[in-house]
Structures are given as C-alpha cells and as structure tokens.
C-alpha cells in the first residue's frame, strides 16, 4: 500500500510488493523495506479515520504541521507493519505520534528551516518585537516539554490535542481517575521548567 499525502489530505493506494511508500508534499518519498512482513488490511480505513488526528497530537508537540505530516507518515509505516488490535488503533497512532515528535524534539532533529517557515504562516503582527516574543515563547515551552518525564508529557500532549480523560485513560492504559491528576502535575511540571530556565537566563 501507498500511503500518499496531497495538500494536506491523504490516501492509501495498493503496491506491487514493494512496502509502504509515503509520498510527501515536498516530493520526498519514504518507503519501508520490502520483505518486512504484510501489510495490514485495515491500513486505509483506519489512516482516513485517525490522520488528521495523529497529524494533531504531533503538531501540538512540533509546531509545524510540515513536520507533524512527516511523523503520521513515520507513525503509520509502522501501525501497517504491526498487530495492534483495530478496536486500539486510535489511541495507539494517539500515544506513538506523541512519542515519535518527543523523540524528534529531544533528539534536536527537527528542521530549523521548517520550523521558521511554520512561524512565518502565522498572522501578521504589527509588531515584529511581540512575533518575536511569541515566537520565542513557543520554542522554551517546547523545550521544556521535552524535559519532562515521558508519561507526563504524552498525556499532557495527549489531552490538549482533544482527547478526553476517556481516551487518554485508554491510549496510556491508565484508570480514567488518574489522567486528571497527571495532567496537573505535567501542567505544573511544565511551569516550574519554564520558570527555571528563565530564572538562570
């Protein structure tokens, strides 16, 4: 199967055997190995249902919908590989975009480039030194996202993409009474990050 994004929409398409391509809006093509076992079945049903969800979770932790595309295509190529069950596939695409955009932001593999390409298609301030700010802003609470303990940050991330408790509970295999209280202490988690480091600037 192809798995090809256009203009911000997507489709999955069969192939000849040779793995799962993802076409990007950019012309760049990633492409699994071949060989490396079926793809699943439900792969297109369940990538028009759940990708402008994925593309959420992950852009809330990017910024970028350019990268956050980049990281569903990621997320899927594996989902097509994998046994999860068809009744968990949302909240296991949910939790892996998390992960992978955590693990692109820590790992400092995001696109400088793109990044200030995301920035520029905000709305025109009149004011270069408040889009500056905010600019700023936006990089230290993604960097302090990345500081914080994973299963924090997932479920942070998790619940302001829209989830509710329900779903998080159930993506992060938690009792629904706990999400609230992680939520809290990964929302305050994430204010003592900031206020530290801008303390010591």
């Known amino acids: 199967m192809d798995v ?3 203009g911000g929409s997507a489709s999955v398409a069969r192939s000849g055997g040779h793995g799962v391509v993802a076409g990007r809006e950019d012309g760049g093509v990633v492409a ?3 060989g490396g076992g079926a793809v ?5 049903q369940v990538f028009r249902a759940a990708y402008p969800r ?6 809330r932790v990017l910024g970028s919908r350019d990268e956050a595309e980049d990281v569903a295509q990621e997320v899927f190529l594996r989902f097509g590989r994998s046994a999860v069950p068809a009744g968990e596939a949302v909240g296991w695409l949910s939790v892996a975009a998390a992960h992978t955009a955590l693990n692109h932001l820590r ?3 995001r696109r400088v480039s793109r990044e200030e390409a995301a920035d520029d298609g905000d709305a025109v301030s009149p004011d270069v030194a408040d889009a500056v700010v905010a600019r700023e ?3 230290r609470v993604r960097a302090a996202l ?3 303990p994973r299963r924090q940050a997932v479920a942070l991330v998790l619940r302001h993409s ?3 408790y329900a779903e998080v509970a159930a993506a992060l295999d938690l009792s629904p009474g706990s999400v609230g209280t992680i939520v809290r202490r990964a929302e305050s988690a994430l204010r003592e990050e900031l206020n530290r480091h801008a303390s010591s600037e």
């Open 4 to 6: 090809v994004v256009h």
């Open 32 to 34: 699994s190995p071949p």
């Open 40 to 44: 699943r079945a439900d792969l297109e």
């Open 54 to 59: 994925v593309v959420a979770v992950a852009a």
């Open 107 to 109: 790992s400092g593999r």
């Open 137 to 139: 802003e936006r990089r």
């Open 146 to 148: 990345a500081r914080l």
């Open 162 to 164: 829209g989830l509710s």
